[in-house]
Antibody, heavy 119, light 106 residues
Framework: EVQLVQSGAEVKKPGESLKISCKVSGYSFTFYWIGWVRQMPGKGLEWMAMIYPGDSETRYGPSFQGQVTISADKSISTAYLQWSSLKASDTAMYYC????????????WGQGTLVTVSS | EIVLTQSPATLSLSPGERATLSCRASQSVSSYLAWYQQKPGQAPRLLIY???SRATGIPARFSGSGSGTDFTLIISSLEPEDFAVYYCQQRSNWWTFGQGTKVEIK
């Protein structure tokens, strides 16, 4: 069974750093792209970035380039999304999702990680 | 960036009725369009990929059509569990989502 299990909710202050995780199981982590999707409170879905764990190739959405860093650790089948300096506007639910084989659709999703940034 | 515009924003229907949701792209995305369902407090779920192919386990009452710039998701007869928000997403040029259509109980 394919599963993506994300790290728990976080409450941070502006300017702090953060790294959230997405641990996968049930398939070969190395051979599928993994993406991150943001959902701000009461809003829609926004694709942020994705990574191919096999060679760590990354792609970033134009709005997120330079704002976040995506990474992966093949040894523990885990993808990460990190911020070096959080802003209040980073408050959102963040989902990781597997990219379907041969396509660009997100076929399996994590449960989401709620990040709250507030002074 | 390809912009996806969904209409209507909200659809008020009763169980058993037919729902027709639209997604229009700012430029051609060929058939590289997917539909997702999201219920409150849950992650999105893939329903349709490549414009008209149902994902694994998705009931036959969900169908997708279209190509180029105009796409449609049809729910032939609404079940109580179908009331949710639906998003379209393109993968032709990077990845973008529409703003969503909420299907609510009338």
């Amino acid at each position: 069974e394919v599963q993506l299990v994300q790290s728990g909710a976080e409450v941070k202050k502006p300017g702090e750093s953060l790294k959230i995780s997405c641990k996968v199981s049930g398939y070969s982590f190395t051979f599928y792209w993994i993406g991150w999707v943001r959902q701000m409170p009461g809003k829609g879905l926004e694709w942020m970035a994705m990574i191919y764990p096999g060679d760590s190739e990354t792609r970033y959405g134009p709005s997120f380039q330079g704002q976040v860093t995506i990474s992966a650790d093949k040894s523990i089948s885990t993808a990460y999304l990190q911020w070096s300096s959080l802003k209040a506007s980073d408050t959102a639910m963040y989902y990781c999702a597997r990219v379907s084989p041969g396509g660009g659709d997100f076929d399996y999703w994590g449960q989401g990680t709620l990040v709250t940034v507030s002074s | 960036e390809i912009v996806l515009t969904q209409s209507p924003a909200t659809l008020s229907l009763s169980p058993g009725e037919r729902a027709t949701l639209s997604c229009r792209a700012s430029q051609s995305v060929s058939s590289y369009l997917a539909w997702y369902q999201q219920k409150p407090g849950q992650a999105p779920r893939l329903l349709i990929y490549d414009a008209s192919s149902r994902a694994t386990g998705i009931p036959a009452r969900f169908s997708g059509s279209g190509s180029g710039t105009d796409f449609t998701l049809i729910i032939s007869s609404l079940e109580p569990e179908d009331f949710a928000v639906y998003y379209c997403q393109q993968r032709s040029n990077w990845w973008t989502f529409g703003q969503g259509t909420k299907v609510e109980i009338k």
